[in-house]
C-alpha cells in the first residue's frame, strides 16, 4: 500500500476514535449542542480521510507524486486546527470562529489540491520501462 494511503488510513482511524469520543461525551452530558462538531469529526476526520487513502491505493502511480503527500498533510493540517475550534467555539467560545474560517479554508485549499490530483493524466510506462505520454 503506497505511504500516502497508509497515512490517511491511520489518521482516519484516530478521526473515528475522537468522533466517537465526542459523541459518548455528548450522550453522558445530555448535552448535544457540539453535534455540529460531531459530524465534521466524523466525516472530514473519519470517511473523507479513508476516501482518500482508497483513491490513493487505487491509483499508486498518483499516489507516488510528492503532491499526494502535500495534500495528506494540507489536508490534516487544515482539519486538525478547524475540528478543536470548532468544539470549543460550540460550547461557547465565540473568540474562536477565525480560526475555525482558517482551518476551514485550509481544508477547502487540500480539497482543490485533491480535485488536481484526481484529473490530472497519469503517466503510461512503456513495456522498456520509459515514461510516455500521459494518457
Wanted: proline share 7%; no cysteine; glycine share 10%.
Amino acid at each position: 500500500m503506497p505511504r500516502v494511503s497508509e497515512l490517511f488510513f491511520k489518521t482516519a482511524i484516530v478521526f473515528l476514535i475522537l468522533g466517537v469520543a465526542a459523541g459518548l461525551e455528548m450522550a453522558i452530558s445530555g448535552d448535544h449542542g457540539a453535534f455540529p462538531a460531531h459530524a465534521h469529526i466524523n466525516l472530514l476526520g473519519w470517511v473523507t480521510s479513508a476516501i482518500f487513502g482508497g483513491y490513493y491505493a487505487l491509483n499508486p502511480a498518483k499516489a507516488a507524486r510528492r503532491i499526494a503527500m502535500i495534500h495528506y498533510g494540507l489536508y490534516t493540517l487544515g482539519v486538525v486546527i478547524m475540528l478543536p475550534a470548532l468544539y470549543l467555539l460550540l460550547h461557547g467560545n465565540p473568540a474562536l470562529e477565525p480560526i475555525v474560517a482558517g482551518g476551514s479554508l485550509i481544508v477547502a485549499a487540500a480539497i482543490l489540491l485533491f480535485a488536481v490530483v484526481v484529473f490530472s493524466p497519469e503517466p503510461v510506462t512503456s513495456a522498456s520501462g520509459l515514461q510516455s505520454a500521459p494518457r
